[in-house]
């Protein structure tokens, strides 16, 4: 039996251990909200994840779009919607820098005649093999274009004086008419090249596109160019 003393403490005792029952079950409580709270924390840590690799996947989706919005499928040439824009900023520019910017248009000779004989897939790598010669033939700041078809727009803004357009052209055209391996196929080409500057032909964009087209033209009445197929080799000669 317990004495009166220790009687006393019984209600002491029995409030102190209902307050651990409560702290122990709120203890436990918290401990499940906890373990919620990371799970939640743990699955929106996935979510966040798989967002951002869908955010990574959109926006190099993005940047292809507008790549393939500005540039040619087949030669990865700016196109002429692009071509168009970096002109108009040469020519706002070039008053300010005091430099004419020249305008070359090209257009491969009787190119008709390789699709025409080898067919489109032939021809296609052969405008490949065009677009990276251009390439390599101009300046970073210059930008080379397919302007459509066989026909490609090289721009030389601020152009050092009257001989660096035909420097360039030099350049061009015996770069281009450098035989194209094509398989057992060797093809060679010639470029008709008519130029124009800016401001010395005309004053806007259209016009300067316009004079340098016509310039190809005349360029292109001068010689009159066959195709000439060798029987029994794979070279084949293209004049």
């Known amino acids: 039996m317990f004495q009166n003393d220790e009687l006393e403490h019984i209600p002491i ?3 102190y251990f209902a307050k651990l029952t409560a702290l122990e079950t709120a203890y436990a409580e918290n401990l499940e909200q906890l ?7 743990t699955a929106l840590a996935k979510d ?34 692009l071509f168009e824009d970096r002109l108009k900023l040469a020519i706002a520019q070039s008053p300010r820098h005091r430099k004419p910017v020249a305008l070359l248009f090209l257009d491969l ?28 033939c101009i300046r970073r700041g210059d930008t080379a274009c397919r302007y459509g ?5 090289v721009m030389l803004p601020e152009i050092g004086g009257a001989d ?17 391996r094509i398989g057992d196929l060797e093809i060679e080409l010639t470029v008709s090249i008519g130029i124009a500057t800016y401001p010395a ?14 310039a190809m033209y005349r360029a292109k009445k001068r010689v009159e160019r066959v195709l000439r197929l060798e029987p029994g080799r794979a070279t084949v000669p293209y004049f």
């Open 13 to 15: 005792v029995s409030e």
């Open 35 to 41: 373990a919620a709270a990371q799970a939640k924390v």
């Open 48 to 81: 966040n994840l798989s967002c951002r690799k869908k955010l990574k996947k959109l926006a190099k989706r993005y940047l292809q779009v507008r790549y393939f919005a500005d540039h040619d499928d087949l030669t990865g040439l700016p196109n002429r919607r």
């Open 109 to 136: 000779d009787k190119f008709k005649h390789i699709n025409d004989s080898f067919g489109h897939a032939v021809g296609d790598r052969v405008l490949k093999q065009v677009a990276q010669r251009l390439t390599a």
């Open 149 to 153: 078809g066989d026909e490609f727009i």
């Open 164 to 180: 660096s357009g035909d420097i360039v052209i030099d350049k061009i055209r015996k770069q281009l008419s450098m035989p194209y």
């Open 201 to 214: 032909d005309q004053q806007n964009i259209d016009d300067v596109i316009g004079q340098a087209d016509a």
